[in-house]
């Protein structure tokens, strides 16, 4: 069964920092590049980041360059982080870690596994 699992939202002030986690398993996905997205409240889910399989390749929002990190860890079971640092309350939202068969993408739809997401609450 495979699965993507998020970890380390919560609730933070304005300013902080969190470090999310999406660990893999049910298949190999060494060769797949991954995504974080996000779904605002009352929102649709949107691009945050992407980092291609070999973790060369970067892609990050606009909105969210400059404060967030996307890393990833290819031993053994793909373990894929997102650093966010000077966190806004416009980054409230559910996290979605996802993979897709593409070497990268900043699309939704190219993503073909999606994790159940993290909620992430930034008060000012």
């Known amino acids: 069964q495979v699965q993507l699992v998020e970890s380390g939202g919560g609730l933070v002030q304005a300013g902080d920092s969190l470090r999310l986690s999406c660990a893999t398993s049910?298949?190999?996905?060494?060769?797949?590049?991954m995504g974080w997205f996000r779904q605002p409240p009352g929102k649709e889910r949107e691009f945050v980041a992407a980092?291609?399989?070999?973790?060369?390749?970067?892609?990050y929002a606009d909105s969210v360059k400059a404060r967030f990190t996307i890393l990833r860890d290819n031993a053994d079971n793909i373990t894929v982080y997102l650093q966010m640092n000077s966190l806004e309350p416009a980054d409230t939202a559910v996290y979605f870690c996802a993979a897709t068969p593409l070497g990268y993408s900043t699309t939704t739809s190219e993503y073909t596994y999606w994790g159940q997401g993290t909620q992430v609450t930034v008060s000012s």
């Open positions: 049910g298949r190999t996905f060494s060769r797949y590049g």
């Open positions: 980092i291609s399989w070999g973790g060369g390749r970067v892609y």
